[in-house]
């Protein structure tokens, strides 16, 4: 393990080595701050936003399946409630890796360009260096190129909550006459 973990360093240091400037063509690498593009860049805060939108319609139906068991039997209500705040959490984290997988698409596409167009060797994240020339950051430039893009996220989610059987309480029922 540990042998294996110094080859990496080795080859990563010996990558980074090779990665000089070029004073007539910029860098030969490109590294962005991941970080920065997730909190400055405008699809990042449409997705959360748009994350911000799903979490109120999935809370929404929450509440909704809370006020349409809350005078069922205790047993039958915690289990309707519990099945429905899986189903919930689990169309949150749909909607959240959703939204992520677009903003990280555009970043990777825009970096590609970016390298394409100064013919550099690689893109690379700022948070898996070790050291690098402040030359090296491409961050602002990348953010630039994205907010001149606009993303398209999937429709809100639809929330349908569980009905009870019958949507009958035992007060509503009618009284059967005994005769």
Known sequence: MKQGFSVFLLLLCLALAGCEFDKQSGPLMG????????????????ARKHLEEARA??????????????????TERRKAIAEGLTALNRQMAAEENSANA???????EECEKWRATKKA????????????DAGA???????AAMNAR????????AVQVKKREGG????????????
């Open 31 to 46: 590294i962005v701050d991941v970080e920065r593009v997730m909190r400055e860049s405008v699809p990042a805060q449409a």
């Open 57 to 74: 319609v999935l809370q929404k139906g929450m509440d909704d399946l809370e006020k349409e068991w809350k005078d069922a039997p205790e």
């Open 102 to 108: 677009l903003v990280m698409k555009l970043l990777q």
């Open 121 to 132: 060797v690689a893109v690379t994240s700022k948070q898996n260096l070790l050291a690098s």
């Open 137 to 143: 950051d491409i961050t602002a430039e990348i953010v």
């Open 150 to 157: 606009v993303l398209e996220f999937k429709p809100l989610p």
């Open 168 to 179: 009958e309480t035992p007060k509503d029922k009618p009284k059967e006459e005994t005769k």
